[in-house]
């Protein structure tokens, strides 16, 4: 088994917002990893006293051990659990119903000598590659869905839509979310490899157009994430006129982890 992982901010002069963890049991026979994109808030909205770091540490860390532990428990069930766990450590001090609390977008996967099982919620991508190479992305669309109109700027307008129905879902106070991620099994003998992407560095395909999910994976294979990473920086900075980038920040937070299984 081969894994690789690499995460770079987007400035910088600012925290990563983005959280990343893999774990193998000694055994050998299976493993985890553990894919986040803390959600920026916007200036002076949200009534916490804990940063986007400081969630996305408390999350990450919950879904590592409870992935590990629990064997007994869906990844849904997993992620409820640790959302719960982690508004317990802020409801006191923190209002954990404003909609610009404190959250993330989540990427899950475990397996076992028989299968692999996973969740996405989210615009943070995984893909599955086969045994015959090709590959299977598994993306949680409503992002995509909604109106940009609703997502600009407007906070008004985004409170409406975010985790809302109709709108889209993150990992945020609510343990009910979980049951709306995108989920599923597969063999494990069907599954050559894993990619678990935060949309910093799933912008390669997504809005640079560089190619296919198959081809930033097989790039993947090629240059390793880094080299992912790297091209995306090196697509940004060339977008002086903004023409992919449009009104979305020069440069993301991006994380990438990719598990040979």
Excluded at 144 to 158: E, G, I, K
Excluded at 187 to 215: H, I, M, N, Y
Aim: charged fraction near 25%.
């Amino acid at each position: 088994m081969r894994i690789q992982l690499t995460t770079a901010p987007g400035d910088p002069a600012r925290p990563n917002e983005d959280w990343a963890a893999t774990a193998l049991p000694a055994s050998g026979l299976g493993g985890l990893l553990v894919v986040l994109d803390g959600v920026t808030p916007l200036p002076g909205n949200g009534d916490c006293v804990h940063d986007v770091p400081w969630y996305t540490a408390r999350l990450g860390g919950a879904l590592t051990e409870l992935s590990a532990s629990r064997r007994d428990l869906t990844l849904g069930e997993i992620l409820a659990e640790a959302i719960r766990r982690t508004a317990d450590a802020h409801r006191d001090t923190c209002d954990l119903s404003h909609p610009r609390t404190p959250q993330a977008t989540v990427v899950l996967a475990r397996w076992d000598a028989a299968e692999l099982e996973y969740l996405v919620l989210s615009d943070s991508a995984l893909l599955l590659e086969a045994a015959d190479g090709t590959v299977r992305a598994v993306l949680d669309d409503r992002l995509d869905r909604v109106p940009r109109a609703c997502l600009v700027s407007d906070a008004v307008a985004d409170s409406l839509v975010r985790n809302k129905e109709g709108g889209f879902f993150t990992a945020a106070a609510d343990p009910s979310v979980a049951a709306l991620a995108v989920t599923g099994r597969e063999p494990l003998a069907r599954v050559r490899s894993v990619l678990a992407l935060t949309d910093g560095a799933s912008r390669w395909v997504e809005k640079f157009r560089e190619g296919s999910w198959q081809d930033c994976l097989a790039l993947v294979r090629k240059a390793g994430v880094e080299g992912l990473v790297e091209r995306v920086r090196e697509l940004e900075a060339a977008d002086e006129e903004r023409v992919f980038l449009g009104g979305s920040k020069r440069h993301d937070d991006a994380t990438a982890v990719w598990v040979e299984v």
